[in-house]
């Protein structure tokens, strides 16, 4: 389960550098080290400081309130309605003498996505009540609109609520449609903060297709402001584009405004990136002092990817640059960006391949994320020695190394792999050993696994199916679905062992139980024994909304540090009543953060194979919330709407192509540093939902 790649108009795989040779970047962090040192005696430099100390942590959202459904009979029946996906009730209650009632249906309406409540949504832009106003034109930014916008043009005309307008503004970037998008163009803001936001809706509008006459040269004008979030606004087209080919011919004025900003200024996140699509060798120096110089880690990542994108990847020093960074920056991120960018374009010239085995054989345990794209690298052109060597080396330690390595020999069909395999069956990790058991199982697919061999790791596998943990239980049963272990294991033991792990449902989560009676199908050829298990989808509990109070906390203790966030029940009750349920069970204690996109997302929450691709038996229903997705921000993963369970992920910065499609439910208080921290593989210690009843 994942969710939307920041940055798809790369290749998955983009990348960060370091300037010029590594003989030059040698000399600079000597004579760097040396000044600063100087400094220290001479005024008190901080010898300790890194260019990640300068990453302010995020500003509190601007949320307008709504009330707490839980206080209101009436409310908790729209929020039901809402869970239930019933468009045509909530649209009824588009027409509640209750302004409450009002506003909060327009809500629902917004995560139900009913095509049909357009026409009353559209009325409700007129109402006495700026609250019901506001939830309208959000509602109405998540639907298709028959009439291409031109509706909340003409709200927008009339509105003197600076809230509405902003939400306005916001609607009609995702929405509007061709042949409406001049009447955008000549929108005059009436402030800076409008201004911001007007420049976002050309930038989504121009990103969808809808490119008004001057609205690339008013974007580019706009680099230069002094206003950062007006500049951070207009760069946004620039970084998204899947191609340069809109706006191309600025890319002298674009290149003059990157020049131009302050190393630590957050548009240059995106202008890096737009330049990189260039695709320009007049670039490299640039591209290069960005990340030599950028102040702000997602700075150097994204001059990484730029960097790793061809022919940029194939032009002098570049090579060595993006080494270096991998080996030498003190951001992890940089260090995996720069590593993905320099292994994922182009064949590594000797010298390259030789430093990067070393960095693979003789790197830093705590950096094995920087270590995993070499790694894949090395895979890729079927060296696997050193991939099960260095798994050996650091997978003990971070068991989320050992299931990388995994995943890529699976396929080979070398007699040793199947020994690593095996050897990996009794990793420490309840989650490596379940793979690992997973992909033994299927060992016959790739490899030549004689009679005997067979035998023996299907009784391996039944045993474990029996006695193993949830995550061992999966992958041993998953295996033995394959017909090839009837008849080399006795049916007996594998039938007693399926018997034997269903006596347990009522403690094993349920995927466990739902693997296990798919086996005894396969086994008996019969279907499986009537077993209750726990609903597929989940119920607001209103009591237990109550009792955590209008602005709970989630505690998040991770490897790296505590981070606490401010919880938005009011609008995504649902999402946060699970979270509160599954950690005060202890369910995400020792759960990895698989998937750490550098620059984009931190995502976690696998609870049962700790991969991303597990699931906790249950889902719950899309809650899209007002909550915009900027640096800081709590979202669900999800693989579609309404997919939904127990995965969610941290933004690194903003990401408006997330807003109305992720659940956002909670924003950063505390812990910015422990959020840049987090890098793949790097574990849950205690998530905690702590009751609040502050504003």
Same mark, same amino acid.
């Given at each position: 389960?994942?969710?939307?790649?920041?940055?798809n108009?790369h290749?998955?795989?983009?990348?960060?550098?370091?300037p010029?040779?590594?003989?030059s970047?040698?000399?600079?962090?000597?004579?760097?080290?040396?000044?600063?040192?100087?400094?220290?005696?001479?005024?008190?430099c901080?010898?300790?400081?890194?260019p990640?100390?300068?990453?302010?942590?995020?500003?509190?959202p601007?949320?307008?309130?709504?009330?707490?459904?839980?206080?209101?009979?009436?409310?908790?029946e729209v929020?039901?309605?809402?869970?239930?996906?019933?468009g045509?009730?909530?649209?009824?209650?588009?027409?509640?003498?209750d302004?409450?009632i009002r506003?909060?249906?327009?809500?629902?309406?917004?995560?139900?996505q009913?095509p049909?409540?357009?026409?009353?949504?559209?009325?409700l832009?007129?109402?006495?009540?700026p609250?019901?106003?506001?939830?309208?034109?959000?509602?109405?930014?998540?639907?298709s609109?028959?009439?291409?916008?031109?509706?909340l043009?003409?709200? $927008?005309?009339?509105?003197?609520?600076?809230?509405?307008?902003?939400?306005?503004?916001e609607?009609?970037?995702?929405?509007?449609?061709?042949?409406?998008?001049?009447?955008?163009?000549?929108?005059?803001?009436?402030?800076?903060?409008?201004?911001?936001?007007?420049?976002?809706?050309?930038?989504?509008?121009?990103?969808?297709g809808?490119?008004?006459?001057?609205?690339?040269p008013?974007?580019?004008?706009?680099?230069s402001?002094?206003?950062?979030?007006?500049?951070k606004?207009s760069?946004?087209?620039?970084?998204r584009?899947?191609?340069?080919?809109?706006?191309?011919h600025?890319?002298?004025?674009?290149?003059?405004?990157?020049?131009?900003?302050?190393?630590?200024d957050?548009?240059?996140?995106?202008?890096?990136?737009?330049?990189?699509?260039?695709?320009?060798?007049?670039?490299?120096?640039?591209?290069?002092?960005?990340?030599?110089?950028?102040?702000?880690?997602?700075?150097?990542?994204?001059?990484?990817?730029?960097?790793?994108?061809?022919?940029?990847?194939?032009?002098?020093?570049?090579?060595?640059?993006?080494?270096t960074?991998?080996?030498?920056?003190?951001?992890?991120?940089?260090?995996?960006?720069?590593? =993905?960018?320099?292994?994922?374009?182009?064949?590594?010239?000797?010298?390259?391949?030789?430093?990067?085995?070393?960095w693979?054989?003789?790197?830093?345990?705590?950096?094995?994320?920087?270590q995993?794209?070499?790694?894949?690298?090395?895979?890729?052109?079927?060296?696997?020695?050193?991939?099960m060597?260095?798994?050996?080396?650091?997978?003990?330690?971070y068991?989320?190394?050992?299931?990388?390595?995994?995943?890529?020999?699976?396929l080979?069909g070398?007699?040793?792999v =199947?020994?690593?395999?095996e050897?990996?069956?009794?990793?420490?990790?309840? !989650?490596?050993?379940?793979?690992?058991?997973?992909?033994?199982?299927?060992?016959?697919?790739?490899?030549?696994?004689?009679?005997?061999?067979?035998a023996?790791?299907?009784?391996l596998?039944a045993?474990r199916?029996? !006695?193993?943990?949830?995550?061992?239980?999966?992958?041993?049963a !998953?295996?033995?679905?394959?017909?090839v272990?009837?008849g080399?294991?006795?049916?007996?033991?594998?039938l007693?062992?399926?018997?034997?792990?269903?006596d347990?449902?009522?403690?094993?989560?349920?995927?466990?139980?739902?693997?296990?009676?798919?086996?005894?199908e396969v086994?008996?050829d019969?279907p499986?024994p009537?077993?209750e298990?726990?609903?597929?989808?989940?119920?607001?509990?209103?009591?237990?909304?109550?009792?955590?109070?209008?602005a709970p906390?989630?505690?998040?203790?991770?490897?790296?540090?505590?981070?606490?966030?401010?919880l938005?029940?009011?609008?995504?009750p649902?999402?946060?009543?699970?979270?509160?349920?599954?950690?005060?069970t202890?369910?995400?204690?020792?759960v990895?953060?698989h998937?750490?996109?550098?620059?984009?997302?931190?995502q976690?929450?696998?609870?049962?194979?700790?991969?991303?691709?597990?699931?906790?038996?249950?889902?719950?229903?899309?809650?899209?919330t007002?909550l915009?997705?900027?640096?800081?921000?709590?979202?669900?993963?999800?693989?579609?709407k309404?997919?939904?369970d127990?995965?969610?992920?941290?933004?690194?910065?903003?990401?408006?192509?997330?807003d109305g499609?992720? =659940?956002?439910?909670?924003?950063?208080?505390?812990?910015a540093?422990v959020?840049?921290?987090?890098?793949?593989?790097h574990?849950?210690?205690e $998530?905690?939902?702590?009751?609040?009843?502050?504003?």
């Amino acid at each position: 389960m994942v969710c939307m790649h920041p940055m798809n108009q790369h290749s998955s795989r983009i990348r960060p550098s370091t300037p010029g040779s590594a003989g030059s970047n040698v000399r600079v962090i000597l004579l760097v080290a040396a000044a600063c040192l100087l400094a220290a005696l001479l005024a008190g430099c901080d010898t300790q400081r890194s260019p990640d100390d300068l990453v302010p942590p995020p500003a509190a959202p601007q949320i307008e309130p709504i009330p707490a459904p839980w206080t209101d009979e009436a409310l908790k029946e729209v929020v039901e309605l809402q869970v239930e996906r019933d468009g045509e009730g909530l649209q009824t209650l588009l027409e509640s003498e209750d302004s409450r009632i009002r506003a909060r249906a327009a809500l629902a309406l917004a995560s139900v996505q009913d095509p049909d409540a357009f026409e009353g949504l559209t009325v409700l832009l007129a109402d006495p009540e700026p609250s019901v106003r506001l939830e309208a034109a959000f509602a109405l930014g998540q639907i298709s609109l028959p009439d291409g916008g031109s509706a909340l043009l003409a709200a $927008l005309d009339e509105e003197d609520d600076p809230a509405v307008r902003l939400r306005l503004l916001e609607a009609i970037g995702k929405r509007v449609a061709r042949g409406v998008g001049d009447r955008v163009m000549a929108f005059e803001p009436r402030d800076s903060t409008e201004d911001a936001h007007h420049r976002m809706a050309l930038a989504r509008m121009a990103l969808g297709g809808v490119i008004p006459e001057g609205a690339v040269p008013h974007l580019v004008e706009g680099l230069s402001h002094s206003d950062p979030a007006i500049r951070k606004a207009s760069a946004y087209l620039f970084g998204r584009s899947i191609t340069p080919e809109g706006w191309s011919h600025e890319r002298d004025r674009l290149r003059e405004a990157l020049d131009s900003l302050g190393r630590d200024d957050p548009a240059a996140i995106q202008l890096v990136r737009g330049i990189g699509q260039l695709r320009d060798w007049a670039d490299r120096d640039r591209l290069l002092d960005w990340l030599r110089e950028g102040r702000d880690w997602r700075i150097r990542v994204a001059a990484a990817q730029a960097l790793g994108i061809r022919p940029l990847l194939d032009a002098e020093g570049v090579g060595d640059a993006l080494a270096t960074a991998m080996e030498t920056d003190p951001s992890g991120h940089v260090a995996v960006a720069a590593a =993905t960018s320099l292994t994922g374009g182009a064949d590594l010239s000797p010298a390259l391949l030789d430093r990067a085995r070393s960095w693979v054989r003789e790197g830093p345990a705590d950096r094995w994320s920087a270590q995993a794209p070499v790694v894949e690298y090395l895979a890729a052109i079927r060296e696997v020695e050193p991939v099960m060597a260095w798994a050996r080396r650091v997978g003990d330690t971070y068991p989320s190394a050992a299931m990388v390595a995994l995943d890529l020999v699976a396929l080979d069909g070398d007699e040793s792999v =199947t020994r690593f395999m095996e050897e990996l069956a009794d990793h420490r990790d309840g !989650q490596v050993r379940g793979m690992a058991l997973r992909m033994l199982g299927n060992r016959w697919r790739s490899a030549t696994v004689n009679e005997e061999e067979m035998a023996r790791i299907g009784r391996l596998l039944a045993e474990r199916l029996a !006695q193993g943990t949830p995550a061992e239980a999966v992958g041993a049963a !998953q295996a033995l679905r394959s017909r090839v272990y009837q008849g080399v294991v006795p049916d007996q033991v594998l039938l007693e062992a399926a018997h034997g792990r269903l006596d347990q449902r009522d403690s094993d989560p349920a995927p466990v139980v739902v693997e296990v009676l798919e086996l005894l199908e396969v086994l008996t050829d019969q279907p499986a024994p009537e077993t209750e298990l726990p609903e597929l989808e989940r119920q607001v509990d209103w009591a237990a909304l109550e009792a955590l109070g209008p602005a709970p906390r989630l505690r998040l203790e991770t490897e790296v540090g505590e981070a606490v966030f401010r919880l938005l029940p009011s609008q995504a009750p649902l999402t946060v009543q699970t979270l509160a349920e599954l950690g005060a069970t202890g369910a995400y204690r020792d759960v990895p953060f698989h998937r750490v996109v550098p620059g984009f997302v931190a995502q976690g929450g696998d609870l049962m194979l700790g991969d991303g691709t597990g699931t906790p038996g249950f889902t719950i229903r899309s809650e899209f919330t007002r909550l915009p997705f900027q640096r800081g921000v709590l979202g669900m993963a999800s693989s579609g709407k309404d997919t939904e369970d127990a995965q969610f992920f941290v933004t690194h910065g903003q990401a408006p192509h997330l807003d109305g499609n992720y =659940t956002s439910f909670g924003w950063l208080e505390s812990g910015a540093d422990v959020v840049d921290g987090i890098l793949a593989g790097h574990r849950i210690l205690e $998530l905690e939902v702590l009751p609040g009843s502050g504003g």
